[in-house]
């Protein structure tokens, strides 16, 4: 994901940082991070195998400090083979110290939500049947050490005859925000 360029210019995805004698007071927001992926791809799977879904936000994290990562995501399950009546898909949320990249599938990191999206039809079918979701995920976790941190959507089949989706396209963009809380 690339940072959204705000008004002063800054290029990091920093929309704000307060500064000053006295610094920040506990609980005020510090900095935020914009990233919005519009460009990685679609991330298409029929694995049990959690896949990273979208080009990771990068921020710098401080040890202490509170990280609350906000966002969405497009996403649509639907049947890959054989025939039953569950059209599921797990969807996830990560951070992590090591950048990662969409179709990515080893140390994912630390996850800090997950959740089962999709529906269960009347009776076993061979029809597709593709759902359309967005997964909207909140999040927290405090900072263990100083350095830069990535927050990335993570996807997988809840069986392999499930096809997985989540999208990063112009009109279906990924959008993750990054708030960082002093202690």
Not at 11 to 18: E, L, N
Not at 19 to 44: K, P
Not at 59 to 66: I, L, V, Y
Not at 149 to 161: L, M
Request: with cysteine.
């Amino acid at each position: 994901m690339t940072g959204i360029v705000n008004q002063t210019g800054a290029r990091s995805g920093v929309i704000g940082t307060i500064t000053g004698a006295g610094g920040a007071s506990s609980g005020m927001v510090s900095n935020v991070w914009r990233f919005s992926d519009t460009s990685s791809g679609t991330l298409t799977i029929a694995s049990t195998t959690p896949t990273v879904g979208t080009d990771a936000g990068a921020f710098s994290a401080t040890s202490g400090r509170h990280y609350i990562i906000s966002g969405m995501q497009h996403i649509s399950p639907y049947r890959n083979a054989g025939s039953n009546v569950e059209r599921y898909q797990y969807n996830a949320l990560h951070y992590g110290t090591a950048d990662k990249a969409l179709g990515d599938t080893s140390s994912l990191g630390t996850k800090l939500f997950q959740s089962l999206m999709g529906r269960v039809l009347v009776a076993s079918s061979t029809t597709t049947a593709t759902g359309y979701y967005v997964f909207s995920y909140n999040a927290w976790f405090t900072a263990a050490s100083t350095e830069t941190h990535y927050a990335y959507t993570v996807y997988n089949s809840n069986t392999s005859n499930h096809q997985t989706r989540a999208y990063n396209e112009v009109g279906i963009p990924c959008l993750t925000v990054v708030y960082e809380v002093m202690p």
